[in-house]
C-alpha cells in the first residue's frame, strides 16, 4: 500500500472516530494577540543591492485587542533559535523603515539567497508570545490563511534570475504526498514552467507553475493532477511560493484538495535542482 493510499484511509478513519466519541476532552485555549504586518508597496519589496534596500512595513493587529508589549523582531534564514529584536511597537498601525543597514546591524552581512522573517513578539493579559518557536513559526496555517492575514512577513536578497536554470531535473520534497521523487521541469514561456512526473510520476496531468522573474515569487493555481482516486474527483495543488534563483530551488505552502474538499494547508513542496 502507498503512503498516500494510507493518508486517504486515515482521514477517513479520524472522521469515523470524532463522529462516534461523545466525550472528547479539547485542550484549553490561551487567547493571544494576532499581527498584522504587511509590506508597504513605496518601498522595496526584495534585497537587490543591500546598500541600497529600503523596505517599509506596516505593523498592525487583525483584531483590535491592544497588547501590553510589542517588539517587532527577525529571525534570518530560518534559524528560529536565534531570532534578534528590531523594534518596539507602541501604537497600532506603525510605519517601520527597513533598510539593509539596519538589517545587517543585527545579522551581519547579507548575502544572495539569505531571508529575513519579521515577526511581532507580544504581551497580552501577562503572557508573552513569540511570533517564532525553536521548531518553526508559531501561528498554525489556519491562521495564517486567514483573509487578509499576515502575522509575518520576508525580506529576500536575491540573485539574478535565469528562468532557463530551472529547466531540466529535480529533486521535490513532497509533504502532502509523503515521498521524495524526481520530476522533469521544462520551460513553457519566460514566466511559466511545466512539471512533468509529480506524485511520484502517478500524476495523470503535468503541473504548471507561474513564475514572477522581478519579485521571484511562483504561483500553483488549482492545477489538477489525478483526475479520480478512492472515490474523489480531481485532487489539485495550488499555493504560492518563493524561487531562489541561488540555488536554484522553489518552495511552496501547498493547499491539496478534491472536487469534495480540501485535505491539507501548509504542506510543503520544494523543488531542488539535481
Do not use: H
Not at 90 to 101: K, L, Q, R, Y
Not at 174 to 186: A, G, N, R
Not at 223 to 236: A, E, P, R
Amino acid at each position: 500500500m502507498k503512503r498516500y493510499n494510507l493518508k486517504f484511509f486515515t482521514i477517513i478513519c479520524s472522521l469515523i472516530l470524532l463522529s462516534c466519541e461523545s466525550e472528547t476532552k479539547f485542550p484549553e485555549f490561551t487567547q493571544t494577540i494576532l499581527p498584522k504586518i504587511t509590506v508597504d508597496n513605496s518601498g522595496d519589496a526584495v534585497i537587490a543591492e543591500p546598500s541600497e534596500f529600503n523596505g517599509k512595513l506596516v505593523v498592525d493587529l487583525y483584531f483590535k485587542d491592544i497588547p501590553e508589549t510589542a517588539i517587532l523582531v527577525i529571525a534570518k534564514n530560518g534559524n528560529y533559535k536565534d531570532v534578534k529584536e528590531f523594534k518596539p511597537i507602541t501604537s497600532f498601525p506603525t510605519n517601520v523603515d527597513v533598510t539593509g543597514a539596519d538589517i545587517e546591524a543585527v545579522f551581519g552581512k547579507i548575502t544572495g539567497g539569505d531571508y529575513y522573517e519579521f515577526g511581532l513578539k507580544t504581551t497580552y493579559q501577562g503572557q508573552i508570545f513569540n511570533p517564532f518557536n525553536p521548531y518553526g513559526i508559531s501561528y498554525s496555517s489556519d491562521l495564517r490563511n486567514m483573509p487578509g492575514s499576515s502575522p509575518i512577513v520576508k525580506f529576500t536578497a536575491i540573485c539574478p534570475f535565469n528562468i532557463d536554470d530551472f529547466v531540466g531535473t529535480f529533486q521535490v520534497e513532497d509533504e502532502f504526498w509523503e515521498e521524495e521523487y524526481t520530476v522533469t521541469i521544462s520551460k513553457v514561456s519566460d514566466t511559466q514552467l511545466q512539471v512533468d512526473g509529480m506524485l511520484a510520476g502517478d500524476a495523470e496531468f503535468p503541473m504548471f507553475i507561474d513564475v514572477d522573474p522581478v519579485m521571484q515569487i511562483a504561483t500553483i493555481t488549482n492545477q489538477v493532477l489525478i483526475s479520480s482516486i478512492f472515490g474523489y474527483t480531481n485532487l489539485k495543488y495550488s499555493g504560492t511560493g518563493d524561487v531562489n534563483a541561488c540555488d536554484i530551488s522553489m518552495s511552496f505552502e501547498i493547499e491539496a484538495s478534491v472536487d469534495q474538499g480540501t485535505f491539507d494547508t501548509g504542506m510543503i513542496l520544494k523543488f531542488t535542482k539535481k
